[in-house]
């Protein structure tokens, strides 16, 4: 009997072993949270009113989800994954899309309700990372990444001044990633009880316990 090949391990899900904080995938995680101001700034002018600033801002929105895919790829393909990277890509996610729904909010493309669940969710998972962060870290998932690709491009076509059949496709973009969003901030919460049940932090811990017995 033939047996499916085994799943190739994601290098992002182990500890980093001697690898440098300071390569390429890192610089451009840390080039996407420095394009946040700038985006922000150019989705916020004259209101949001302004044609012009939205397609540039739109254009400053898809360079830094660009640099999200790439540097992904670029850290499992050179063995650059790092702690360090583990921890920040997410943060800078969650920087961008947080100015950009907080934006969208301010200029009355996007209701308030739906900014405020994605963003609690965002928060939330953020400060679970941390709180688990002893016992290990937590890379983003694949329905993490899908929730990210959707919440990318509903977001990019609200940026832009869209009207009729586009705006209806971004709307349902958009149902479709808070759906999503709040599913995967569930099954983070899962994840995170497992790994701090079954890592070695606490597997020592327990050993003391039962020595102390």
Do not use: C
Request: glycine share 8%; charged share 20%.
């Amino acid at each position: 009997m033939m047996h499916p090949p085994a799943a190739t391990p994601d290098p992002a899900a182990h500890p980093s072993d001697g690898v440098s904080n300071w390569n390429v995938a890192n610089y451009l995680t840390m080039l996407r949270i420095a394009l946040v101001p700038v985006f922000g700034w150019l989705l916020l002018a004259d209101g949001g009113e302004s044609d012009g600033m939205r397609i540039a801002a739109f254009a400053v929105f898809a360079v830094a989800s660009l640099t999200d895919r790439i540097d992904g790829d670029l850290a499992r393909a050179r063995g650059l994954v790092t702690d360090f990277g583990k921890v920040v890509d997410p943060i800078a996610d969650k920087a961008l899309m947080g100015m950009a729904l907080i934006g969208l909010s301010l200029i009355d493309e996007v209701p308030w309700w739906i900014t405020v669940v994605i963003l609690v969710r965002e928060i939330g998972v953020t400060l679970l990372r941390f709180a688990v962060i002893r016992h290990g870290v937590m890379p983003a998932s694949r329905g993490g990444k899908l929730k990210t690709a959707l919440q990318a491009f509903a977001i990019g076509l609200f940026v832009l001044p869209l009207e009729g059949v586009l705006h209806g496709i971004a709307w349902v973009l958009m149902v479709a990633a808070l759906v999503v969003t709040v599913v995967t901030g569930v099954d983070y919460v899962f994840r995170a009880v497992q790994l701090r049940r079954n890592s070695e932090r606490t597997a020592a811990r327990r050993a003391r316990r039962r020595s102390h017995r």
